[in-house]
């Protein structure tokens, strides 16, 4: 007897969420986010100081160009200092007020709304989203779907266009688009991100949160019961049950919540709040105005639905300044002071000095003794610079080197031979003395490097 095939399935398609328009004090805060990040990330790629892109990260030449600064691969160690604050700060926020980043600050968050409002444009309000999905392929439908896509495939273009433009001069690379004489590595990442953007945001959207971002799965190391999170009152609002205005719910022995579902239709993941605090919540705050404007319409206090503590909801107070932020505070501040401080003691000129060790010290004819060096010198200023040497160390040090000046194109590294001598009457120390090598540019506004290294001398000087 052949074995009959289940008719349950170990899948469950994942069902379209219509998150309903929400208006209110978060999502005024949300819409003003949404403009603050995606004009920064649209306008900075044509801004420009003293000529040169405000933000540029341009690999061929190895130059990262970042407002009046120009860092390059000897600078790793800034970007690294950067990454280290991004995820310090991240916990930081995190462990005083949640998922806070997530709900008004992600990229993903942030254009997914934009995308979002483009569909409630073309389609309309939630109700009508859902009859026009689940109704025949008609004129108007195909109408409308067509300017959605149409409206999306076109920012998300522009979007790959911008990203690029953070790599490649801006103003360049639309002259080129124009004309259709893209390279293929532009052509390349333009399609790619402006599609990526267009399945994220189009499409994927909260499923990227549930499924593919790792913050939401390590969140909860992060939280303690004084982190403020989204929360339902559930001592306030229980049991739930509906009633008309003006009645007092507790003659009806019930809670504040009128079981709406209101919070349920605007959240963008598809989560009821009221069941507790969820890895899916991304902090939007949707639920938060829509269940203020139920209270204000049934004359309630607001706040069923609110920013709080897990202790403030126990009736225990709840604490800012605690360990964990106080440990987070110290050590953002340190690596802040370490970053800032590097940056104003970081030199435009690196020199690098190479001892021979072949030969470390040797007589000449006139009875110096002279030392043999390899000089690395990198111009990490933005201008083209002609660099001369100098010496500084015990009485009479002198410096060749070969050549005596040399030229060097904005981020250009040269190698140069270079020798020290010293009359043994001037050697100070048993052995050797150190001697400061200073590599300045000729002009008007010079910069300088230097480098301290050990002059060797025989022994018994």
Not at 13 to 22: D, F, T
Not at 60 to 79: G, K, S
Not at 454 to 461: A, E, H, N
Request: hydrophobic residues 40%.
């Amino acid at each position: 007897m052949s074995a009959q095939p289940s008719s349950d399935s170990m899948y469950v398609a994942q069902e379209k969420i219509y998150p309903r328009e929400i208006k209110g004090r978060y999502q005024t805060v949300r819409k003003f986010m949404v403009f603050l990040l995606l004009g920064l990330f649209y306008v900075t790629p044509w801004l420009r100081i003293e000529g040169n892109p405000a933000i540029l990260f341009d690999l061929p030449a190895r130059q990262f160009h970042i407002l009046w600064l120009t860092f390059w691969p000897q600078d790793f160690v800034y970007l690294t200092l950067l990454l280290i604050v991004s995820a310090v700060a991240l916990f930081y926020v995190t462990a005083i007020a949640g998922r806070v980043w997530c709900g008004y600050a992600c990229p993903q968050t942030v254009w997914t709304e934009v995308f979002l409002w483009m569909e409630h444009w073309t389609e309309g309000k939630r109700a009508k989203r859902m009859k026009l999905d689940k109704g025949p392929w008609n004129a108007e439908k195909i109408l409308r779907k067509t300017a959605k896509h149409a409206l999306w495939l076109t920012f998300a273009l522009w979007t790959g266009f911008t990203f690029v433009g953070f790599f490649v001069p801006i103003d360049d690379l639309l002259s080129r688009a124009m004309t259709f004489d893209l390279g293929p590595w532009e052509t390349f990442w333009s399609l790619f991100y402006g599609f990526a953007t267009y399945g994220n945001a189009g499409f994927l959207r909260e499923q990227i949160c549930l499924y593919m971002c790792p913050y939401a799965r390590f969140q909860g190391a992060m939280f303690d019961r004084e982190t403020l999170v989204i929360s339902y009152d559930e001592a306030r609002g229980e049991p739930r049950g509906g009633r008309k205005r003006g009645i007092d719910p507790k003659t009806r022995g019930l809670g504040d919540c009128i079981d709406c579902n209101l919070c349920v239709q605007v959240c963008p993941t598809g989560i009821d709040i009221r069941e507790g605090l969820q890895y899916e919540c991304i902090a939007c705050s949707a639920c938060i105005d829509a269940c203020d404007q139920v209270m204000d319409k049934m004359d309630y206090p607001r706040g069923l639905v609110r920013y709080t503590t897990e202790n403030a909801l126990q009736g225990k107070p709840s604490r800012i300044i605690r360990p964990r932020t106080i440990l987070y505070t110290v050590l953002l501040l340190a690596l802040l002071a370490a970053g800032t401080t590097g940056l104003m003691l970081r030199e435009p000129v690196r020199l690098d000095i190479l001892t021979d060790r072949n030969t470390l010290y040797r007589e000449t004819v006139e009875g110096l003794i002279e030392n043999s060096f390899t000089f690395r010198l990198t111009n990490m200023s933005r201008d083209t610079q002609t660099f001369v040497f100098a010496a500084d160390g015990p009485e009479g040090v002198m410096l060749e080197t070969d050549p005596a000046q040399v030229t060097l194109t904005a981020g250009e590294t040269r190698t140069l031979a270079a020798r020290i001598q010293l009359d043994p009457i001037y050697a100070r120390g048993r052995g050797g003395d150190d001697v400061t090598v200073t590599a300045q540019s000729i002009g008007e506004d010079t910069i300088t490097g230097s480098e301290t290294t050990r002059f060797r001398t025989p022994l018994g000087r």
